[in-house]
């Protein structure tokens, strides 16, 4: 009998902000709806249900497409949204290096009646190939929430 392998270690990037003055309704939209995430992210398909499959589009570079292939696991409307998160190519070594990740969007309140909103993107292999990528991808994910915090008064419902 075989003996099962264990998981290879990985890490995760964590960033929050905290989105005082709107609604918690309105955060949601900010963070599933396609247009408005095309806004202050990326290029994408989104639709908050589970088991959809979408694609997140960056731009192009070198020897990658740009294309994220993504799929929904999990919605709790006004709280979370999570889904798979893959795409890139082996031999870049900085944003687009191949992942296969899974990225969890959390909506909480907080005391004084705003609220925060996280950005948990897991799964990252803790090796040297991906080293260049997560750390990009870290300072991306603190410069993606400020700039939905940012974008805010554009969400208008329509």
């Known amino acids: 009998m075989a003996e ?6 990985t890490r995760s990037i964590v960033a929050s902000i905290d989105i005082a003055n709107y609604p918690v309704e ?3 939209r900010a963070i599933t709806d396609s ?3 095309a806004l202050w992210f990326m ?3 989104l639709k908050p249900d589970f088991g959809h499959k979408f694609t997140l589009r960056a731009r ?17 409307e006004n709280q979370k949204i999570s889904y798979t998160w893959k795409g890139g190519a082996k031999e870049l070594k900085g944003f687009g290096h191949y992942i296969d990740t899974f990225a969890i969007w959390t909506i909480t309140p907080n005391e004084d009646g705003s609220f925060k909103v996280t950005l948990t993107h897991e799964g990252f292999p803790i090796d040297e190939e991906t080293d260049r990528c997560f750390a990009e991808m ?3 994910s603190n410069s993606v929430l400020r700039t939905l915090a ?3 008064p ?5």
Request: glycine share 4%.
């Open 4 to 9: 099962e392998e264990a998981a290879a270690p």
């Open 26 to 28: 309105k955060i949601w």
């Open 35 to 37: 247009e408005c995430i």
């Open 43 to 45: 290029k994408n398909d």
């Open 60 to 76: 192009p570079i070198e020897r990658w497409d740009g294309e994220f292939q993504c799929q929904v696991l999990d919605v709790e």
């Open 138 to 140: 870290e300072k991306g």
């Open 150 to 152: 940012k974008m805010m």
């Open 154 to 158: 554009d969400f208008d419902e329509e």
